[in-house]
């Protein structure tokens, strides 16, 4: 029988498509055990769904067992932490963010990502598409991506989509406070958007663009084919 990752290179014959056993993902983060997620993954799998448009969902009660929480909390030294999710049926890279911390992706369906290293983002202001990876997740993996890699929305392996858990320190991805002073003459302040997100998109992402955030992504906003 063949495997799902076989299936979906073959189905994307012009990418390079990596998984967490490839040497080249190193560079980007490190697989971990998902012995103590079981119950995470269930709850993910079973209180979630999946609708036409992405759902980021940034703290879920229903993801906070207590043995998955302490475990998730030992990659952040102790930090509190939200455990929430991204479900959808996105396919295109769409944009990059980054965080300066790690993230922890845990998926109950199989998904892909597109990631880039932080030094392809020039003067904080652009990117070329050309320079992103794909990594491709089976269900039940977790991977720690380090501070600062460039990632976005997962993207879906089958035509019914991705259910991923989000893992960052508690306040990541919240409105910045009203009285924040951004540091004058800092490049990195135009793409600054939320509490630790520093996010830039593609000019042809209209739903990010809306929003004000920096259109910096040149070439393609490149997409990838999902099996049925």
């Known amino acids: 029988m063949e495997k799902l990752i076989d299936s979906f290179r073959k189905a994307n014959l012009k990418v390079k498509i990596l998984t967490t056993k490839s040497k080249e993902f190193d560079k980007y983060g490190r697989k971990i055990d998902t012995s103590g997620l079981l119950t995470l993954i269930d709850n993910l799998e079973n209180y979630t769904e999946i609708s036409e448009h992405n759902v980021y969902e940034i703290d879920s009660p229903f993801l906070h067992d207590k ?105 990541t991805n919240t409105p910045l406070p009203e009285n924040f002073k951004k540091q004058e003459g800092e490049k990195e302040n135009k793409i600054l ?29 490149r997409e990838l084919f999902p099996l049925n």
Not at 137 to 158: T, Y
Not at 203 to 218: E, F, Q, R, T, W
Request: aromatic letters at 10%.
């Open 67 to 171: 043995k998955s929480e302490k475990e998730l909390s030992s990659y952040f030294g102790g930090m509190d932490i939200q455990i929430g999710y991204c479900n959808g049926i996105n396919s295109s890279m769409n944009g990059f963010e980054y965080h300066k911390t790690p993230e922890i992706m845990v998926t109950s369906r199989a998904c892909a990502l597109f990631l880039s290293l932080p030094n392809t983002l020039i003067n904080f202001e652009t990117l070329d598409s050309e320079k992103a990876e794909v990594l491709f997740l089976e269900a039940g993996e977790a991977i720690e991506l380090k501070p600062e890699i460039l990632h976005l929305s997962p993207c879906r392996v089958f035509e019914s989509g991705f259910k991923v858990a989000i893992i960052l320190p508690k306040g």
């Open 193 to 221: 958007f939320l509490k630790n997100k520093w996010i830039i998109t593609h000019k042809n992402y209209s739903s990010l663009v809306n929003k004000g955030v920096h259109a910096g992504i040149n070439g393609s906003n």
